[in-house]
């Protein structure tokens, strides 16, 4: 696909980030102002009720800092995805975020896990990977400018901080990996060189040695005539 063609902003571009966040503050808003708490929705491991935190627990937070600490690179993320990867974004958004909600409910330890960092991480991984996969000049740049921003997260996949579901960051990280490796060949890619043969080359043997042709030259015959008279 032509890189020009693929590159070009479009609405979903900024209109899906903007939606995405302003639901989750919604909603934030909606638990703080009525009084709800709507923790028991996230993910709890291993058990049916449980089980559909996999579709609500990227749009539940437990404070203002989470939730802040979750919007700026959601915004970052989800931007650069529906830019350089148009034609994936809603299947990395949509069918990753499922399975990432889907391994936290398998791996995870017994309590309800909730936020959009399972989301950050899966974006993340998969931006940075694919770039370094493809290897087009665009893509490799932009997984450089993430691991320069966000390079510091690697570290919250491991239970280095107690209270914090690693089980979803670690989710979201290895969904997003298996995603870059799955769809490396779809949407922008880089171009192999195509070798084009020029006379110059045909002057050359299989070895490198330069071989030109043998150029027979025809004498006259008028002119053998003159000098035998």
Known sequence: MNDENHLKIS????????VYIVAIWFIYWVEIYFSFNFNKFGVYPRTLKGFRGVFFTHFIHSNTSHLFNNSIPLF????????????????????GGFFTGFLTW???RDSYHIGASGIVYLLFSFIFFSGIIRK???LVALSLIIIFLYGSMIWYVFPIKEGMSWEGHL???LVGLIFA????????????????????DLLFDEHGNFSPPEINEEIPKNTIDEKID
């Open 76 to 95: 970052v993320l989800l931007t650069s995805l529906f830019y350089f990867y148009k034609d994936l974004a809603y299947k990395i958004l949509l069918i």
């Open 136 to 138: 087009h000049f665009r």
């Open 171 to 173: 989710s979201g990280f």
């Open 181 to 200: 490796i799955l769809f490396r060949k779809k949407g922008i890619v880089k171009e192999e060189h195509q070798f084009i043969e020029t006379e110059f």
């Open 106 to 108: 398998v791996i995870a």
């Open 11 to 18: 609405k979903s571009v900024f209109f899906i980030p903007v």
